[in-house]
């Protein structure tokens, strides 16, 4: 099994705010995230998709298809907007990466038709990054064992 | 689907590798320039990993709110600008190697208790990692 990842960065407008909590629980959980005015990143998104390399092209997919794929469902919906109001599929949701990271992962899942998709890795920050997988244990759990 | 957030973290410090149980000269032989008597540093970059549900509530599978003042307390307050030989106590009898190392950081961080440690990677440079993950945590151990 090969895995093979692309790039492709965008740039959004965000804040964190969760309309059931009292404004001072919004600032205490998320702090200057909560900023009404919103604020920005640079994300890069990588996205890796396993299989095997298809004997006669050595490929395990066709790499112009993902990037094509990668603008229209990622890019064409994200980049330069504001994630809180222009993004359905986030509507609801803290736009975080955890969360950008999953809806990226189901819009994508059902569109990659060579390979699996293994990954979906969105970075807020060089120092920020959320994984979305399939595998591992789904029940997660909270503290340590 | 399994969602995990990756925060890095940097300190800098400096160590000697020096093994009591070797020879002087196998511990120049073992360990090269880094055995250099008055010790050497490094940038190191600590990498942390976190799994579990994404809270509804807040979008996250950890607030760094909370993360962030727990590694600072329990890594980089312990370990910046120190000598590992010398100024911290897990090194009294491990060779602060990042093998090491990275076993120590991952003691400290598996206490957090808002989230599941999944993965904790140390880069002593730019070109070294060293990487350990919750399943080959269980069968090391180190005291920290």
């Given at each position: 099994m090969i895995?093979?990842?692309?790039?492709?960065?965008?740039?959004?407008?965000?804040?964190?705010?969760?309309?059931?909590?009292s404004p001072e629980e919004n600032r205490r959980i998320f702090g200057k995230c909560n900023n009404p005015r919103?604020?920005?990143?640079?994300?890069?998104?990588?996205?890796?998709i396993a299989g095997e390399?298809?004997?006669?092209?050595?490929?395990?997919?066709?790499?112009?298809?993902?990037?094509?794929?990668?603008?229209?469902?990622?890019v064409d919906r994200m980049d330069h907007r504001h994630l809180n109001y222009e993004v359905p599929e986030l509507a609801g949701q803290i736009p975080t990466c955890e969360n950008i990271a999953a809806?990226?992962?189901?819009?994508?899942?059902?569109?990659?038709?060579?390979?699996?998709?293994?990954?979906?890795?969105?970075?807020?920050?060089?120092?920020?990054?959320?994984?979305?997988?399939?595998?591992?244990?789904?029940?997660?759990?909270?503290?340590?064992? | 689907m399994k969602i995990s957030v990756t925060r890095r973290y940097r300190f800098a410090a400096s160590h000697r590798l020096y093994s009591?149980?070797?020879?002087?000269?196998?511990?120049r032989r073992v360990y090269g320039k880094c055995s250099n008597l008055h010790g050497h540093g490094h940038n190191y970059v600590v990498e942390v990993t976190l799994t579990g549900p994404?809270?509804?509530?807040?979008?996250?599978?950890?607030?760094?709110?909370?993360?962030?003042?727990?590694?600072?307390?329990?890594?980089?307050?312990?370990?910046?600008?120190?000598?590992?030989?010398?100024?911290?106590?897990?090194?009294?009898?491990?060779?602060?190697?990042?093998?090491?190392?990275?076993?120590?950081?991952?003691?400290?961080?598996?206490?957090?208790?808002a989230a599941r440690l999944d993965r904790v990677r140390v880069e002593e440079t730019s070109n070294n990692s060293f990487e350990l993950s919750r399943e080959e945590a269980r069968t090391l151990r180190v005291e920290s």
């Open positions: 895995r093979v990842t692309r790039k492709v960065e965008f740039s959004a407008a965000h804040f964190y705010h969760n309309p059931n909590l919103g604020h920005g990143h640079n994300y890069v998104l990588e996205v890796t390399p298809d004997p006669t092209t050595g490929m395990v997919l066709d790499l112009k298809e993902l990037k094509d794929i990668l603008q229209r469902e990622v809806v990226i992962w189901n819009l994508l899942a059902p569109k990659i038709s060579q390979g699996k998709l293994d990954r979906v890795r969105v970075y807020e920050s060089p120092d920020l990054f959320a994984d979305c997988t399939a595998d591992g244990d789904a029940s997660g759990g909270r503290g340590a064992a | 009591p149980e070797l020879s002087e000269a196998e511990n994404v809270d509804p509530a807040t979008g996250m599978v950890a607030n760094l709110g909370e993360l962030d003042p727990f590694v600072e307390r329990e890594v980089i307050d312990v370990f910046d600008h120190k000598n590992l030989n010398e100024e911290v106590a897990d090194f009294q009898s491990y060779v602060p190697t990042t093998e090491n190392l990275v076993q120590a950081i991952y003691r400290r961080l598996e206490r957090f208790p």
